[in-house]
């Protein structure tokens, strides 16, 4: 049975209140280190308009699922013919170059409108997973490349894609003077279409999403002092969170949105708290002479680990995110600090030191095991993609701050690398609603 085709009206999401989409230019270097993916084809769409079309469909695509570590993808130089759609695919051909899917489709211009279509084919069955239609600008062709990976990564999956949601990082500009201007950016998960929302001759550090992604909070050191600031991304409004003496960090949302754990030192020695963000009521939590920071929530809201340095060296800790008695979980080298949740609330990444620098790892709760995914020297603030299949972290690249996205196996890397700045403090968005 032919599947049909099912249409998509699609609608840009609107964020008046940013600023101008930056003109950084970013290279995309990706590493694998051997295969072991799904191998997968994604034929070149064909197009039909004048001149060249707004983006190449296929190559992103092709890049999303690349860098997702779970496929690999068939060198296109390889291909014995380049179908369009379902009558014009040999299967045997497929076969013999040992592809598990197939993704072919189109590009139509209409006007000022293009219509994308693709479909995903079994090759072994020869039967079409999924095919949708899409009707789309041209300012809205990238963000429908990614959508669509996402419906080709749950379609041989069975997991959700992460490909159309958006990244928040640092980045820092140094002029001939030395003098450094801080910007709060946001960006698609690859790090295209970045648009900068806050503009600082003072550090910004720890930006941190709403659980439904309209909202950033984040620490601004404006006047001097450090501060958390909420800021809606529809307009660019901002609210003032948490201005107490001392030190105001580390902000991290609870899953139902209401509440937002953070470190602060108004009494004293630096603590985690919890603020709820209506009533501004503070709760705190932990009390030590040790410094206690960087807190985050399981996806139940049950509990929230943290850093502390409480043993003498910065180790991890959870609690009930009510409080209660810390246990520390992690006893595998002299520091591991920055701990955040995956989905499944079964694994932590975290930054780990165990003689040879500072490393991206995933922490496993069940069997308390620490599995390092980086050689490189110096990592730091690692988050996973909301589907927990990969890694967003920072690094050093050639003495320069950049990011870096990998599979949660660490054997699929993606480096992000921005023409001027450094780049540090990423943080991935929760899964957008498809439309």
């Known amino acids: 049975m032919t599947l049909r085709f099912l249409t998509v009206r699609f609608i840009a999401v609107i964020l008046t209140g940013w600023c101008a989409a930056a003109q950084a230019e970013i290279t995309i270097v990706i590493d694998k280190s051997g295969k072991g993916g799904v191998p997968i084809a994604v034929v070149p769409f064909e197009w039909r308009g004048s001149g060249a079309p707004p983006h190449q469909v296929a190559d992103i695509i092709e890049s999303n699922l690349s860098r997702s570590g779970r496929f690999d993808a068939i060198p296109r130089e390889d ?28 590009v139509v211009q209409t006007g000022n409108d293009f219509q994308v279509e693709f ?16 009707n789309v600008r041209a300012n809205q062709m990238r963000k429908i490349a990614h959508q669509i990976s996402d419906v080709i990564y749950e379609a041989l999956t069975g997991q959700p894609g992460a490909f159309d949601t958006r990244i928040a990082y640092v980045t820092v500009e140094t002029n ?41 909070a984040y620490v601004s050191f404006e006047e001097r002092r450090s501060k958390i600031y909420l800021q809606r991304l529809s307009d660019g ?26 470190a602060l030192s108004h009494e004293g020695n630096p603590e985690i708290y919890v603020l709820d963000v209506a009533s501004r009521q503070l709760t705190r939590l932990t ?9 985050a929530w399981s996806p139940d809201g049950q509990h929230i680990v943290f850093t502390s340095g ?38 932590l990444t975290l930054i780990t030191n165990q003689g040879g620098g500072f490393h991206t790892a995933v922490y496993f709760i069940n069997s308390r ?7 490189t020297l110096v990592d730091e603030s690692p988050t996973f993609a909301p589907n927990g299949a990969m890694i967003l972290y920072a690094t050093k690249s050639r003495g320069r701050g950049v990011l870096a996205a990998m599979s949660a196996d660490g054997r699929v890397r993606q480096i992000l ?8 403090e990423p943080a991935w968005s929760p899964l957008n609603r498809k439309l």
Do not use: C
């Open 369 to 375: 095991s620490l599995q390092v995914l980086t050689k």
């Open 176 to 216: 001939s003077v030395g003098s450094r201007t801080f910007y709060l950016e946001v960006s698609d998960s690859d790090g295209f279409g970045s648009r900068k929302i806050l503009k600082s001759t003072e550090p910004i550090m720890s930006p941190a999403w709403s659980p439904d992604g309209s909202q950033l």
């Open 79 to 106: 291909f014995l013919n380049t179908p369009h759609e379902r009558s014009q695919v040999k299967f045997t051909d497929w076969k013999l170059l040992k592809a598990e899917g197939l993704v072919v489709g189109r």
């Open 417 to 424: 690398k921005v023409q001027q700045g450094d780049v540090r």
């Open 287 to 295: 009390r030590d002479r040790g410094i206690d920071t960087e807190p």
């Open 119 to 134: 479909e995903l084919f079994e090759v072994f069955t020869g039967k079409s997973m999924v095919g949708l239609r899409y």
């Open 237 to 262: 409004q901002r609210t003032k969170l948490a201005e107490y003496g001392g030190l105001n960090s580390a902000p991290a949302w609870s899953p139902d949105g209401r509440r937002l754990a953070m």
């Open 310 to 347: 409480r043993s003498g060296r910065p180790q991890i800790y959870r609690m009930a995110s009510n409080g209660g008695n810390p246990q520390r979980i992690t006893f595998q080298g002299n520091y591991n600090a920055r701990a955040s949740y995956a989905p499944d609330g079964e694994r």
